[in-house]
């Protein structure tokens, strides 16, 4: 602590919530650090300094202050699993996984052959994540290397935290959809080359999923992450059982779905498995093994008939467990919403998570599967100063229900449960105030 406050110093008072350990496996009650009236100190982009307001205030009696009162100072959340090219098409009735990809989504994603479309769509993703408090998205793009530029540009221009990659596929989608394994090798290495580690923006190596992308395109993708193993690799596994029968379909080698990733390079630590639904025990293994991320996206399991996420069981066997919209087979813009589907997926399964754990997925969950843990997800001094401030009574009936609240978790459940773009009073991304509500 010490006495010079240059201008770029920000005190935001509220309550604060950080995270001391991990909730699935410390307990909720033993894995937070909560200051009723706390204080949050950003200096030069990163979080500084984190303690009670009245001692921060003293330590610090010339930085700007921000009073939030009762709002909820949280790490800002972390989508590590959404397609920016579907913000246009969300909430697209009646079908299910396969036939929703033909129907709605591959249509739309033809659209993207237009830079225009993608500018125009990056801008109003990004506001809509923003102002649902979401500081960090890895995306899926399209097929158009234009699409990819767009995100990351817009991404660039907010501050945003970015993972994005061209999706690639080369066959079962339409044929202006298609690239080929050459191309998808040479377009998603420029990119590469072009925007990973460009501020914060971070590429990832994106095949869509086995049954649109052929063995040699798979390889292709594997020998690009083999060379560039610093950057990610997001897919699909397992979300729909008639979509894993295709697989076995189409790759009547591989041992399981995974191995149709494993057989071309493209299982490791730095992998992101979407869904990840109907597993056999040895994908279980082989991913935890691996340590690789497993994507819970937990409005699809229900909007698009997917089945259930075993969060339970996953994390019980160590799995490495992010949250996500899947933005549009998800249902939402929202982590909160997110989240709230997560508690109700977990009911359906036996398990009720506990308010703690459902704000670490979203937090210090999705920047471990984005193996981003040591610099966003938490409020912790080193930290990058991207946080969101969660009003805890932002609607009548959330309001009602808070007021009644004995603690801090019944206080934040019902805006877990109920709350939306209008709980977000703030959202602050890389130390500078980027929206507020
Ligand atoms: N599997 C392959 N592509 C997609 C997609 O765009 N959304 C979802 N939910 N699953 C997929
Ligand atoms: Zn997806």
């Keep these: ?60 009696p010339g930085a700007p202050v921000t009073d939030y009162g009762a709002g909820l100072i949280s790490a800002g959340l972390i989508d590590a699993h959404a397609h920016y090219p579907q913000t246009a098409m969300i909430a697209s009735w009646g079908k299910r996984l396969i036939d929703w990809l033909n ?10 052959a237009d830079p225009e479309v993608a500018t125009e769509t990056a801008a109003r993703y990004l506001d809509l994540t923003r102002a649902n408090g979401t500081t960090t998205i890895a995306s899926f793009c399209t097929i158009h290397p234009t699409s990819v530029e767009a995100l990351f540009a817009a991404a660039q221009m907010r501050g945003q935290r970015l993972v994005a990659g061209k999706t690639c596929m080369d066959r079962n989608a339409p044929v202006d959809l298609r ?8 377009d998603s290495k420029a990119l590469l080359e072009r925007w990973h580690g460009v501020g914060r923006l971070s590429y990832a190596i994106t095949p869509r999923f086995s049954p649109t992308s052929s063995p040699a395109q798979l390889s292709a993708l594997g020998s690009l992450w083999a060379e560039h193993p610093d950057c990610l690799m997001q897919t699909h596994l397992s979300e729909q059982t008639d ?21 071309h390079g493209l299982l490791g ?43 339970a069981g996953l994390m019980a066997e160590g799995q490495r467990i992010g949250l996500a919209t899947d ?35 979203a937090t210090v969950g999705s920047s471990r599967a984005l193996r981003m843990d040591d610099r966003i997800g938490n409020l912790a001094p080193g930290m990058e100063a991207d946080l969101v401030v969660l009003d805890l009574a932002s609607t009548p009936a959330i309001a009602q229900r808070s007021a009644r609240a004995g603690d801090i978790w019944e ?25 507020s509500g």
Excluded: K
Excluded at 336 to 351: F, K, V
Excluded at 411 to 431: E, H, K, L, S, Y
């Design 1 to 60: 602590m010490e006495n010079a406050h240059p201008s770029n110093s920000n005190l935001l008072l509220g309550q604060t919530m950080s995270f001391t350990d991990d909730p699935f496996h410390a307990g909720p009650e033993s894995s937070v650090t909560h200051h009723r009236r706390g204080a949050v100190l950003l200096r030069d982009g990163m979080i500084a300094d984190i303690g009670p307001a009245d001692t921060l205030r003293a330590a610090y």
């Design 103 to 112: 129907s709605y989504t591959f249509p739309e994603e033809m659209r993207f």
């Design 243 to 263: 979509e894993i029968a295709w697989v076995h379909e189409l790759f009547p080698e591989a041992r399981d779905y995974l191995d149709t990733y494993e057989m």
């Design 179 to 186: 690239d080929t394994a050459q191309s998808a090798y040479d």
């Design 327 to 361: 933005t549009g087979g998800g249902s939402s813009f929202s982590m909160l919403r997110t989240m709230a589907a997560a508690y109700e997926i977990g009911q359906l399964r036996g398990a009720a998570l506990h308010p703690a754990q459902l704000l670490w997925l």
């Design 411 to 435: 206080a934040i459940f019902p805006t877990i449960m109920m709350g939306d773009d209008r709980a977000v009073q703030a959202v602050w991304m890389n130390g500078t105030l980027a929206a």
């Design 269 to 311: 630590p730095g992998g992101l498995y979407g869904h990840a639904i109907h597993l056999t025990p040895r994908e279980r293994d082989r991913l935890r093994e691996v340590d690789a991320g497993l994507i819970h996206c937990p409005t699809p399991n229900t909007f698009i008939g997917s089945g259930l996420f075993d969060m």
